[in-house]
């Protein structure tokens, strides 16, 4: 069974920065597709940046130029380094992986931004 587990939550100050961590465990593949999404209190779940296992980016338009998806292929982790956090980046941060048509998901990590 696979498992996402992230870790790197916090409370962050406007301007500060983050590092959110996600491992995969029981995978014995290496997933196409991994990524961040979030959710924000009220709001639908959106995406925040993914990474393909060639290392091919998408970013999402908010967060462009302030996040950095990285990731280990052959461990299958995957971290977003988090610079310059606004209050609208509050959410349940959520890692994602993808493979053979099959969608996985961590069980989030709260990330608050306020002073």
């Known amino acids: 069974q696979v498992q996402l587990l992230e870790s790197g939550g916090g409370l962050v100050q406007p301007g500060g920065s983050l590092r959110l961590s996600c491992a995969a465990s029981g995978s014995i593949f290496s997933f196409n597709v991994m990524g961040w999404f979030r959710q924000a209190p009220g709001k639908q779940r959106e995406y925040v940046v993914v990474?393909?296992?060639?290392?091919?980016?998408n970013y999402a338009e908010s967060v462009k130029g302030r996040v950095t998806i990285s990731r280990d292929t052959a461990l299958n982790t995957v971290s977003l380094q988090m610079n310059n956090l606004k209050p609208e980046d509050t959410a349940v941060y959520y890692c994602y992986a993808a493979n053979r048509g099959r969608d996985y998901w961590g069980q989030g990590t709260q990330v608050t931004v306020s002073s």
């Open positions: 990474i393909t296992s060639g290392g091919s980016t």
